[in-house]
């Protein structure tokens, strides 16, 4: 799922730029479809109600991982030569902590 997430997947146009309707794609078409709707599915599946909202309507997995970084890059600012890893683990620790003390966070 990760490949089609960072590779993206076009679906194939005909000669006038409209898509190909289903019932003309192939079996490794089909296929990679699939795997498609997985992985935007996988990561809707990780996504409060907010962000869901806040992505808007998008086309595949990669359009919407490309939304979620643009959405996550407006809210969080690293700090200087923090790695994204360490970003995800200051603000994962920021969460444990209010989660620790019974409070909520909203969005």
């Known amino acids: 799922m990760w490949i089609n997430i960072q590779i993206g997947l076009e679906l194939p146009r005909d000669d006038t730029g409209k898509p190909v309707s289903c019932v003309n794609w192939g079996a490794s ?9 997985k992985a935007t599915c996988t990561l809707q599946c ?32 690293t700090k200087e030569g923090e790695t994204a890893s360490q970003l995800q683990s200051r603000i994962q620790d920021l969460l444990n902590g209010h989660h620790r003390i019974g409070q909520k966070v909203e969005n």
């Open 46 to 77: 990780g996504l409060t109600k907010e962000e869901l909202n806040r992505v808007g309507p998008f086309s595949s997995a990669k359009k919407l991982w490309e939304k979620l970084i643009e959405l996550h890059e407006e809210t969080f600012d």
């Open 29 to 37: 078409l089909m296929k990679k479809v699939e795997a498609d709707a």
